[in-house]
């Protein structure tokens, strides 16, 4: 049994938590009964979210007990399908057995027996769904035995919100091998009165063919709509042998729901009555499989379906004329037939267009894109493909990308006075984009502004894999339409199938999530969800409010993100004309506010924002791909001070667009009004607009120097020292100019880890604590400024080469070097640090210093820049600081840059480089045996091409990360 436990208890459930659902199995939680017990309703938090389930709980003195629990959980454990109940965790505590599924909430399918409500073609949909679930059952691919349920009746089949049928209770089930006719002889009944084989019950031998027998009688009650016993004054009724003995007698309507009569196709209701009554059958050998029981059930629905839509259409006398008027002859011989066509859909127009209609009549337009395109003007939009399913004549799609193109549409044969969707279809090119979010900006003609569509792929994807896009509504005044659109890039390629006119189908009538109403009712546009979880999945991706003038999403911890357009906030000067730039991936029709260099005020007002969180006010601005830009921003809030920020980095997982984090405060979940004012500056800026982000934490990762370990208390052992010094470190040793003596490895460490000069005094050659190679190169060896003559070298008593490097009137100096094989451990990961000292005035070092590698060609995976600080950067002003703020820490707003940092020896240290030791063997090296010298070549210049006058620098050190 311990094991048996192992194998299931992912799928256990505290009893606390299983009592505080039912609110300690409150009577009015029930919400049926069974052989096994009650069961109770109540909301559970699982592995896919809170939601409502159905509680089995076991009562002893019903009859069953531990072997059908265990029975069950083992069953809906391994046995998962669609149309079987799902089995979502038990609790076996305290004397306490409980079984969770998932909440069917319509309940069981008995109830439903005698209400009219449940029409014939939903009743057959609900049989045909039991039916797949028991075939799945009886007919097993190698995945698992056959089972037998053993007790299939209506109380037994459960229905969903959207009725679709699945088969329950498994506690009495057996499982055989399906390599054979599985039978059993079993010494007690089991299933339930007037359900049971009757062969069965005289001979006790089980087979698949007596689940066959109990759901031809559930077939039955379907049929003629009431169980088939009755209890009356302690006595039994079954109606199973007279509902046989009709059907033999051809006297079938006397015993069918009346109520249902005028809905039954009569081809629909003989293939359902004649597979029911052949699970009847008395010997087992004629009775049916389920697959065929599947098939015939499958054929009455689609029969049924079928009649269920030409009663509903409304054909006016004029489709015969446009059915005239097809591209190839319709062939029919009634008006249910050519109703049928042009349900199914017609091609008229030279077989550039398919008009069908819907179960209203009203007309449906879908226009092959071939017929939109002025081929003269779009040489680019080329057919691609030829896809079956397009729904669209021709079959093919033009590929639409990079550039926009203008589609001229033309509609002829609408219904007028009705509303109409104009919707665009397409596919992605690229199979991976598919559940990528998009934006498709188009205009309409007649209309200025630019329209920006996001395209959700939860929610505008179709089954059958293509997008549908709605572009338009209209209300249509005549049969014909005549629209121009025209499109710009777009980020995705698409492959353009098509526009068509679908009748406006009214809004479903959505949940209201109190949390997000605000949100849904200012959506610019239509928000399509079933659940809460649907509904956080688009505003994960973000949605417009407002008319496009802003933007909301939620980040990955469900905290509001809020990003205001440039248009929206922007305050007009009396003195110049707002310009934009059209952009394929802003997310504002406005596009990129362009500030040509010159001061710009804002006003932003926000009242979206999540309460007790620390949020970041961002300026977002497209710019060069990288991940950090230069701005140089100099802003203020108005009546405060003057800050300044110089750099913006790049926002996840987009390689266009940067933001510069200007301010930090923590929200009250009240309104949020900010005038923020900015000053001239050096860049032409392109401003997306501002966002309030949640504040992500970034640990402090500032650097330390390597401590060596303390010699006199560390092992004696020789092999710990043969570890840790590799014989190429003696022949290191007599390469310098001093003369060391030592005895035993552990004195070789010891002048290893304090280092000694190499190359003429040009070169410091160290070990760190772990024994790998260290190294520093002088400034003479590896730093140089562009022109000699604006630096000078001064002797030094401070710096272990005894000269520096003073630059005097530059803003860039060039770091190079080449670093061999054996000066480095292999397998290493190395950092190059600047070491260095600023001079009294640092007001020109306040901005970061630009690091370009010059290296870092176009097949290289290093970064070509980056930047680095050689004093500490601006802080963040904080809003309204108070207690709940923590400290600043400046790799919140720098994350990804080099802050320096202050060295034992009095110097100052910032990383300006890194490689790893696997360098030195190039590919191509790697092949012959061959090792390589790496190369440093590095341009650190000032972005702001200030002079960086007397700044000291004693050279580059390497060491180990």
């Not at 089980?206 to 009688?217: A, H, P, Q």
């Not at 501002?690 to 010699?711: S, T, Y």
């Amino acid at each position: 049994m311990a094991s048996f436990m192992k194998d299931f208890e992912h799928l256990e459930i505290q009893l606390e938590d299983i009592k505080s659902a039912t609110n300690n199995f409150d009577e009015s939680k029930v919400i049926g009964t069974g052989g096994f017990g009650k069961v109770y309703a109540g909301e559970l938090s699982l592995t896919k979210g809170r939601g409502i389930v159905a509680l089995k709980r076991l009562d002893r003195k019903h009859g069953q007990g531990d072997p059908q629990f265990w029975k069950e959980i083992m069953m809906l454990s391994r046995y998962t399908h669609e149309n079987l109940i799902s089995l979502l965790g038990f609790c076996n505590k305290e004397g306490e057995m409980i079984l969770v599924y998932e909440h069917a909430s319509r309940g069981s399918l008995d109830r439903y027996l005698k209400h009219a409500t449940l029409t014939w073609t939903e009743r057959i949909k609900i049989c045909l769904d039991a039916a797949k679930g028991l075939s799945f059952l009886h007919d097993p691919n190698e995945s698992h035995q056959r089972v037998l349920h053993c007790d299939v009746k209506s109380a037994n089949i459960l229905l969903d919100d959207n009725l679709n049928a699945k088969v329950s209770d498994f506690g009495l089930s057996k499982m055989g091998s399906a390599e054979k006719q599985f039978s059993v002889m079993i010494t007690d009944a089991v299933g339930t009165h007037g359900y049971c084989d009757p062969v069965y019950m005289e001979t006790y031998q089980l087979t698949k063919e007596s689940d066959v027998y109990s759901f031809g009688v559930v077939l039955f009650e379907v049929m003629c709509g009431q169980q088939c016993v009755e209890y009356s004054n302690g006595r039994v009724k079954c109606f199973v042998p007279f509902w046989k003995k009709n059907y033999e007698e051809n006297k079938l309507d006397e015993i069918i729901f009346k109520d249902l009569k005028q809905q039954m196709n009569q081809s629909a209701l003989e293939t359902f009555a004649s597979i029911a009554y052949q699970c009847l059958k008395r010997l087992r050998e004629e009775r049916p499989s389920m697959s065929l029981i599947v098939e015939k059930l499958k054929d009455a629905f689609e029969v049924q379906e079928r009649h269920d839509i030409i009663s509903k259409l409304q054909l006016p006398n004029e489709y015969e004329e446009i059915a005239l008027s097809a591209t190839s002859p319709l062939m029919y011989t009634s008006i249910d037939e050519l109703k049928w066509l042009f349900y199914k859909g017609v091609r008229v127009n030279k077989d550039k267009t398919l008009l069908s209609i819907n179960e209203k009549g009203e007309h449906i337009e879908k226009i092959y894109i071939d017929a939109c395109l002025d081929k003269s003007k779009h040489i680019w939009m080329y057919p691609f493909g030829n896809f079956v399913n397009s729904r669209f004549p021709g079959g093919q799609c033009y590929e639409y990308g990079r550039d926009g193109f203008k589609a001229h549409v033309r509609a002829e044969y609408l219904t007028p006075h009705i509303s109409y969707t104009v919707n665009l279809a397409f596919r992605y090119k690229r199979e991976y984009e598919v559940n990528s979010y998009n934006h498709l900006r188009y205009k309409i003609d007649g209309e200025d502004e630019t329209k920006v569509f996001i395209i959700y792929p939860s929610i505008h994807v179709r089954e059958d894999g293509w997008f549908i896009v709605p572009l338009y509504h209209f209300t249509s005044q005549h049969k014909t339409a005549d629209l121009h659109f025209e499109f710009e890039c777009c980020e995705k390629e698409l492959l353009v199938a098509g526009i068509e006119f679908q009748p406006f189908e009214e809004k479903v009538q959505l949940q209201v999530f109190q949390e997000y109403q605000h949100i849904v009712e200012v959506a610019s546009q239509s928000l399509f969800y079933t659940s809460l979880d649907e509904l956080k999945q688009i505003l994960s991706k973000g949605v417009h409010l407002n008319g496009y003038k802003m933007w909301f999403s939620l980040n990955e911890k469900g905290e509001h993100c809020h990003m205001i357009s440039m248009k929206h906030c922007l305050i007009p000067s009396e003195n110049s004309t707002p310009r934009y730039e059209s952009n394929s991936c802003s997310r504002f029709p406005a596009g990129l506010y362009q500030t040509d260099n010159k001061g710009f005020k804002t006003h932003l007002k926000s009242q979206l924002l999540s309460p007790s969180i620390t949020y970041v006010v961002n300026l977002v601005c497209c710019g060069a791909s990288g991940e950090q830009v230069y701005v140089d921003l100099k802003y203020r809030l108005r009546g405060e001070t003057t800050s300044t920020v110089y750099l913006a980095n790049r926002i996840k997982y987009d390689n266009m667009y940067h933001m510069a984090e200007l301010y930090q405060f923590t929200s009250d979940g009240g309104i949020v009004d900010l005038e923020i004012d900015f000053d001239d500056h050096g860049t032409n800026l392109r401003v997306e607009g501002i966002l309030f982000q949640p504040l992500e934490k970034v640990e402090d990762q500032l650097l330390e120097d390597d401590k060596v370990e303390d010699i006199e208390t560390i092992s004696d052992s020789d092999i710990y020292w043969e570890q840790k010094i590799p014989n190429d470190y003696e022949e290191i040793l007599k390469l310098s100019r001093d003369s060391f003596e030592w005895k035993t490895k552990k004195e070789l460490y010891s002048i290893l880890c304090k280092g000694f000069l190499l190359d003429n005094g040009q070169k410091w050659f160290s070990v760190d604590k772990n024994g790998k190679k260290c190294q520093m190169l002088s400034a003479r060896a590896a730093a140089s400024v562009i022109d000699k003559n604006n630096s000078n070298w001064e002797s030094s008593n401070e710096s272990r080469f005894g000269e520096v490097l003073v630059i005097t009137r530059s803003n860039k100096f060039i770091i190079q070097g080449s670093i061999e094989p054996q000066e480095v451990s292999p397998e290493t990961a190395y950092a190059a640090y600047l070491v260095f000292k600023l001079p009294q005035d640092q007001s020109a070092f306040e901005a970061p210093i630009e690091v370009n590698d010059e290296n870092a060609g176009f097949f290289s995976t290093r970064r070509y820049k980056w930047f680095i600080y050689l004093v500490s950067p601006p802080h963040t002003p904080i809003i309204g600081q108070n207690c709940d703020v923590k400290t600043y820490n400046p790799l919140n707003r720098y994350k990804g840059n080099a802050i320096w940092h202050q060295r034992s020896d009095g110097w100052m240290e910032v990383q300006v480089w890194n490689f790893h030791s696997s360098e030195t063997k190039g590919w191509l090296n790697f092949l012959i045996g061959n090792t390589k010298p790496i190369s440093m070549h590095l341009k650190l210049q000032h972005p702001g091409e200030r002079n960086l006058k007397g700044l000291m620098v004693q050279g580059i050190e390497i060491r180990p990360i």
